[in-house]
């Protein structure tokens, strides 16, 4: 049975930093790609970043320069550092593996506010 597990989420202050990890089980997790998408109320589910299993990256613009997305493969975890982050950040989080098939997680709530 294949499991995606996100943890990390949380309330912040704006201008704060999260991390939030993707424990995977379930699939060879070094052959797939990993993305982390959010939604927000009212909104579709968008693409924030994404790793190759080559290691390439991949950022949305609004997300550049202030989030970072990486894996380790040992651990089967892909992991989303998000510094300097703003109420519009604010969305669950959502940590997908993709190729031989396509998996989710449940999502974990980042909330940005003061």
């Known amino acids: 049975q294949v499991q995606l597990v996100e943890s990390g989420g949380g309330l912040v202050q704006p201008g704060g930093s999260l991390r939030l990890s993707c424990a995977v089980s379930g699939i060879t997790f070094s052959i797939y790609h990993m993305n982390w998408y959010r939604q927000a109320p009212g909104k579709q589910r968008e693409l924030v970043a994404s790793i190759t299993n080559g290691r390439s990256t991949n950022y949305a613009d609004s997300v550049k320069g202030r989030f970072t997305i990486s894996r380790d493969n040992a651990k089967n975890t892909v992991y989303l550092q998000m510094n300097s982050l703003k109420p519009e950040d604010t969305a669950v989080y959502y940590c997908?593996?993709?190729?031989?098939?396509?998996?989710w997680g449940q999502g974990t709530q980042v909330t940005v506010s003061s």
């Open positions: 997908n593996a993709q190729r031989f098939g396509d998996f």
